[in-house]
T-cell receptor, first 116, second 119 residues
Framework: DSGVTQTPKHLITATGQRVTLRCSPRSGDLSVYWYQQSLDQGLQFLIQYYNGEERAKGNILERFSAQQFPDLHSELNLSSLELGDSALYFC???????????????FGPGTRLLVL | AQKVTQAQTEISVVEKEDVTLDCVYE???????LFWYKQPPSGELVFLIRRNSFDEQNEISGRYSWNFQKSTSSFNFTITASQVVDSAVYFC????????????????FGSGTRLSIRP
């Protein structure tokens, strides 16, 4: 158990809908990262927040957004969902800003999203 | 540009055999970090090791060992005396040590190697 929690574990929705995925980092960790794992794209980094501020951005679509709240939990919002958004979404956390891979990222169990 | 190649899509061995998972990377930076992660059938990602580009010493942790060779841009992972519980998808990953906002903390993953250990 990494100490990172994600809810829900599974989510089934329809195209065009909007969903929110939630992540709670390990106690004491200030950074939260979001990743998408799909069959065709593999594992991709989406976005990172550090202490409430956006820190780095990867291959995140404009239909997707995220935020980190004062209690350090984070939410990933996915809107106008398409079939291709079906994937496993991971959250990870680390102690600091995670500059340059200097810190280990600990992953949550993931949220499996199925868009029908 | 960064790239991580795991040419072995699937490997199947009998329990107690040794197995090596290959990882070849591409980067223009002189400072970077390499990682291995394990994803068991349950789906979670488990961190195994992080190595920076200035430390070419091989590392051993129990039955696991890693061979980092900058000359061939490889970071291979060997499991000695494999066990059924080692069955998982293993990902190699690369993070470049760039300054500035947009590149901080990005990790590029390889496509993974599915390892099956048969009893």
């Amino acid at each position: 158990d990494s100490g990172v929690t994600q809810t829900p574990k599974h989510l089934i929705t329809a195209t065009g809908q909007r969903v929110t995925l939630r992540c709670s980092p390990r106690s004491g960790d200030l950074s939260v990262y979001w990743y998408q794992q799909s069959l065709d794209q593999g594992l991709q980094f989406l976005i990172q927040y550090y202490n409430g501020e956006e820190r780095a951005k990867g291959n995140i679509l404009e239909r997707f957004s995220a935020q980190q709240f004062p209690d350090l939990h984070s939410e990933l919002n996915l809107s106008s969902l398409e079939l291709g958004d079906s994937a496993l979404y991971f959250c990870a956390s680390s102690v600091g800003p995670g500059l340059a891979g200097e810190e280990t990222q600990y992953f949550g169990p993931g949220t499996r999203l199925l868009v029908l | 540009a960064q790239k991580v190649t795991q040419a072995q899509t699937e490997i199947s061995v009998v329990e107690k055999e040794d197995v090596t998972l290959d990882c070849v990377y591409e980067t223009r930076d002189t400072t970077y970090y390499l990682f291995w992660y394990k994803q068991p059938p349950s789906g979670e990602l488990v961190f195994l090791i992080r190595r920076n580009s200035f430390d070419e010493q091989n590392e051993i942790s129990g039955r696991y060992s890693w061979n980092f060779q900058k000359s061939t841009s490889s970071f291979n992972f060997t499991i000695t005396a494999s066990q059924v519980v080692d069955s998982a998808v293993y990902f190699c990953a690369l993070s470049e040590a760039r300054t500035g906002y947009s590149s901080a903390s990005k990790i590029i993953f390889g496509s993974g190697t599915r390892l099956s250990i048969r009893p």
